[in-house]
């Protein structure tokens, strides 16, 4: 049986490493191509025309979640699998609702990635056993908006980081100075507890203000 032809998009080396790793020990499926951002994983999606790409949401550039919207805009037959550490159930809704085959957990086991791998493969809809058991417990569903307390100029501030854009750019479409951007940023940093683009990224998924 042919081998089924995999790409995996995610910002994080180690996890790459350790997932390419997992790779070598199953012979039906071939890990042919790794992205380390949204831009990178809609190029090499339109390039190699993979089987299956697993994706997580929280990365530079567009959002997993934005990714998928954009693979379903021309190319309906490659099967999404979300692979994140977000359980927030949102953020699980609106993967699926964007057009992604399944949603995999990354405290995964080998035998539920290869799980997972078939289950989308045939057509079917995958979902990590503790999102399943979440989404079966009374009031599993209740939203938590991370972002809610935060201004709507930091609101946006924090959207237009999460998504690529640099200070300059941010200041011409907020009508502001790049000090207030880098201003506004730095209060965000300091809000959440973030050190980077990256924290401010998977803050802005999380919270559902980039999606």
């Known amino acids: 049986m042919k081998a089924s032809r995999i790409i995996l998009a995610d910002d994080h080396l180690l996890i ?14 071939e890990l042919i191509a790794e992205c380390a951002d949204g831009h990178e994983a809609v190029a ?25 919207r954009t693979i379903r805009q021309f190319d309906a037959s490659t099967r999404i699998l979300i692979l994140s550490s977000i359980d927030r159930p949102e953020i699980i809704e609106q993967g699926m609702a964007a057009g992604a085959n399944g949603y995999l957990l990354k405290d995964f ?38 972002g809610s307390q935060l201004t709507s100029r930091q609101r946006e501030v924090l959207r237009l980081v999460a998504s690529g854009k640099t200070t300059k750019e941010i200041a011409r479409d907020l009508g502001i100075s790049p000090k207030t951007v880098e201003f506004h940023r730095g209060r965000l940093m300091e809000r959440i507890g973030a050190h ?16």
């Not at 790459?16 to 499926?29: N, Q, S, V, Y």
């Not at 090499?44 to 998928?68: C, K």
């Not at 980077?196 to 999606?211: E, I, K, N, P, Y």
């Open 16 to 29: 790459r490493a350790g997932i390419r790793a997992l790779f070598e020990t199953l012979p039906d499926h």
């Open 44 to 68: 090499a999606i339109r390039e190699l025309s993979p089987d299956v790409i697993l994706l997580d949401i929280a990365m530079p550039g567009p959002s997993g979640i934005e990714v998928t």
């Open 109 to 146: 086991v080998i035998g539920e990635l290869l799980e997972a791998l078939n289950t989308v493969l045939i057509g079917n809809t995958y979902l990590s056993p503790r999102i399943r058991d979440y989404a079966a417990t009374p009031g599993g569903n209740a939203s938590r908006d991370g």
């Open 196 to 211: 980077d683009v990256t924290g401010l990224t998977r803050f802005a998924v999380q919270s559902g203000v980039l999606c």
